[in-house]
């Protein structure tokens, strides 16, 4: 009998952007938009085209360019702090157009290992929201769409106040293990203050040594592997060599 998993929730979405730091180059820090209500969806309706030739009885079709809809709708709660953010995120992006760089906008999930990433231009100006009897007062920001990136490397936005992550050191580059050995390597994330000190762990070679979410690195057979730990926040990292021999 198949065993029913729940899908997810929306909870602990966050939304976030970041201006490039180079052409095309996907940023690795985002600010946090605080207070978000509600994000439109994008939709990729494929245009067709006509193939047919003349002895055709039935129209031929080929897939075409794909269609955005070339714009999106992010909704928000609207406070004193929520539009001194988007101010502050309209003020970035005539910063980084200067220097013919773009804003990058992520969908973030607490439970997806990457996120949904578009390029996109927020209004010049902030709207004026719609004002009625009773109800909670937002603001929805129509975006632009430049490029729409799909599914990328999440990295978790961070508040605006937030202490941006430096860099990530471990305290070994090396080590060597005996084969069902272990050994616990230590990441110091910098600045000391960093508001976001989350870290993941990877290994180049399962079939060496595995690594668990703590640091912990597992001899499983003999040869060389390499653990990379990575900030959560901007994506900094750092290695270690694991040489593991026969017991």
């Not at 999930?109 to 902030?126: G, Q, S, T």
């Not at 009897?133 to 920001?141: D, R, S």
């Not at 060597?176 to 910098?190: M, Q």
């Amino acid at each position: 009998m198949a065993v029913s998993i729940p899908g997810l929730s929306t909870l602990g979405v966050k939304f976030g952007y970041a201006a490039e730091s180079s052409a095309g180059t996907q940023p690795t820090s985002y600010k946090w938009l605080e207070r978000c209500n509600q994000i439109a969806g994008i939709s990729l309706e494929t245009e067709t085209i006509d193939a047919s030739a003349l002895e055709d009885f039935v129209t031929r079709s080929i897939a075409g360019r794909q269609d955005t809809g070339g714009t999106w709708s992010v909704t928000f709660n609207l406070t004193d702090d929520v539009r001194g953010q988007l101010e502050t995120m309209i003020s970035d992006y005539n910063t980084a157009k200067q220097s013919n760089l773009q804003l990058w906008f992520e969908v973030w999930h607490p439970d997806m290992d990457k996120a949904f990433f578009v390029v996109a231009e927020p209004p010049k100006v902030l709207p004026m929201p719609e004002f009625g009897q009773n109800e909670l007062q937002t603001i929805e920001l129509t975006l632009t769409i430049v490029d729409y990136k799909g599914q990328l490397t999440a990295y978790e936005p961070v508040a605006q106040d937030a202490v941006a992550v430096t860099g990530v050191s471990l305290n070994k580059s090396s080590t060597s293990l005996s084969v069902g050995g272990s050994e616990t390597l230590e990441a110091t994330v910098a600045p000391a203050n960093a508001t976001n000190q989350g870290v993941t762990w990877t290994t180049t070679d399962t079939t060496v040594a595995t690594v668990s979410n703590n640091g912990k690195v597992s001899a499983v057979g003999t040869g060389t592997a390499t653990i990379v730990v990575t900030t959560k926040d901007g994506g900094k990292t750092d290695t270690c060599s694991v040489t593991v021999t026969g017991m």
